[in-house]
C-alpha cells in the first residue's frame, strides 16, 4: 500500500513545476507535460482502484 501511495506522491510532485510553468507563466510546452503527466497518473489511479477492489472483494468471499 505504501508503495503506491508514494508513487502517486511522486508522480504529482515531480508535475508541479511543469504546473507552476504553465499556469503562471502561459508555457504551452509546460501544458502538454501536465496533460500527458495527469493522463499517466489516471492510468495508475485506475490500477489502485482496480486493485483494491479485488483485494476488497477476494476477503468478503
Do not use: H, P, W
Request: hydrophobic letters at 40%.
Amino acid at each position: 500500500m505504501n508503495d503506491r501511495f508514494a508513487q502517486l506522491r511522486d508522480m504529482i510532485m515531480a508535475c508541479e513545476g511543469d504546473f507552476a510553468k504553465f499556469y503562471d507563466k502561459g508555457n504551452k510546452a509546460a501544458g502538454t507535460r501536465v496533460r500527458k503527466a495527469m493522463q499517466e497518473l489516471k492510468v495508475l489511479a485506475q490500477d489502485i482502484r482496480t486493485e483494491v477492489q479485488t483485494m476488497k472483494n477476494s476477503e468478503t468471499a
